[in-house]
């Protein structure tokens, strides 16, 4: 599942301008923000954590136009907790981003 999302790109570049080390910085907070509400997930022993991690991913995916991780946020929040397939698909989504580094 790699990360080719325009909307995405296109406001990392609008919030860091040119400044490739701001770039930097806003993509790795984005991604440490985003691997720890899937820790969370994969962690969750109840149904009141796991919704409350996969909103906050969802939340991540809109405020950075993310369409891929907001679908994906939201399939966890209509999936039961602990869901194999979408922590699996999570997990692809946040390892694409070094696959780009």
Known sequence: MALENSDFEAN????SGDDAQLRAELLACFLESVCGQIDLLRRSRCDGNWE??????????TSFHSPQLADLAQQA???????PVILRQLGQFADSFSEKS
Not at 52 to 61: K, T
């Open 12 to 15: 990392l570049a609008a919030a």
């Open 52 to 61: 409350v991690a996969a909103m906050r991913l969802r939340g991540l995916g």
């Open 77 to 83: 929040l209509d999936s039961a907790p602990g869901d």
